[in-house]
């Protein structure tokens, strides 16, 4: 998951960046075996944003990501991915101006077939083990990990699930923030599954 949004950013135009306490955060849940996160950072040559106290007062968000929003405010982000868009609270994000996506709803909404085919194919040529070719990936990691998007991609690269897909996310977005066009929207009921609706006539 983390690899398809780090990758899919040049071609998607979206830039990826975290903070030292998200870093930490993920490096304390790791399995074992797994790439360090500050080597994934150095080796996609991200930037690590300050971690930082929110110029305004957070209110619902849960305690443990209250630093995660206040890093991703100060940095003028527009949009947090995680896969715990339930643990960001309404107000906090509309003062914020910002939506949480989980990488799911992002991806589908952001990238095209082609540009999806493309970062599968540049994962396939880094990839010694079982999946390595785009198919397979597709097949095997995105239909369970990231189900929305092997949907919208399933006839094109004309493959079924190598294992029952997995489950969407129950809350997907909540925010101010149009996925697509990245505008803020006064009025945050008229967006629609992360869409506000000009984007969804498109």
Same mark, same amino acid.
């Given at each position: 998951?983390?690899?398809?949004?780090?990758?899919?950013?040049?071609?998607?135009?979206?830039?990826?960046?975290?903070?030292?306490?998200?870093?930490?955060?993920?490096?304390?849940?790791?399995?074992?075996?797994?790439?360090?996160?500050?080597?994934?950072?150095?080796?996609?040559?991200?930037?690590?944003?300050?971690?930082?106290?929110?110029?305004?007062?957070?209110?619902?968000?849960?305690?443990?990501?209250?630093?995660?929003? @206040?890093?991703?405010?100060?940095? $003028?982000?527009?949009? #947090?991915?995680?896969?715990? &868009?339930k643990d960001?609270?309404?107000?906090? %994000?509309?003062?914020?101006?910002?939506?949480?996506?989980?990488?799911?709803?992002?991806?589908?909404?952001?990238?095209?077939?082609?540009?999806?085919?493309?970062?599968?194919?540049?994962?396939?040529?880094?990839?010694?083990?079982?999946?390595?070719?785009?198919?397979?990936?597709?097949?095997?990691?995105t239909a369970?990990?990231?189900?929305?998007?092997?949907?919208?991609?399933?006839?094109?690269?004309?493959?079924?699930?190598?294992?029952?897909?997995?489950?969407? @996310?129950?809350?997907?977005?909540? $925010?101010?923030?149009? #996925?697509?066009?990245?505008? &803020?929207?006064?009025?945050?009921?008229?967006? %629609?599954?992360?869409?506000?609706?000009?984007?969804?006539?498109?």
């Open positions: 998951m983390r690899t398809l949004v780090l990758l899919s950013g040049p071609v998607a135009d979206h830039r990826s960046y975290w903070s030292p306490y998200a870093e930490r955060e993920a490096a304390r849940h790791q399995p074992s075996g797994a790439t360090p996160i500050a080597l994934v950072r150095e080796l996609h040559d991200l930037e690590c944003v300050p971690d930082g106290t929110s110029p305004i007062p957070l209110t619902d968000t849960d305690e443990k990501d209250k630093p995660i929003l @206040a890093a991703a405010a100060a940095a $003028g982000a527009d949009f #947090i991915l995680t896969e715990n &868009v960001f609270g309404p107000r906090d %994000l509309q003062a914020t101006s910002m939506s949480a996506v989980h990488p799911d709803l992002f991806l589908t909404t952001r990238m095209t077939g082609e540009e999806y085919l493309f970062v599968l194919e540049t994962i396939a040529e880094n990839r010694r083990r079982d999946p390595n070719t785009a198919q397979t990936i597709h097949a095997v990691e369970v990990k990231l189900p929305g998007l092997f949907m919208a991609h399933r006839d094109a690269l004309s493959v079924h699930p190598s294992i029952l897909a997995g489950t969407p @996310a129950k809350t997907r977005f909540r $925010g101010v923030r149009c #996925i697509q066009c990245a505008r &803020v929207q006064a009025e945050p009921s008229s967006l %629609l599954e992360g869409l506000c609706p000009e984007c969804r006539r498109l």
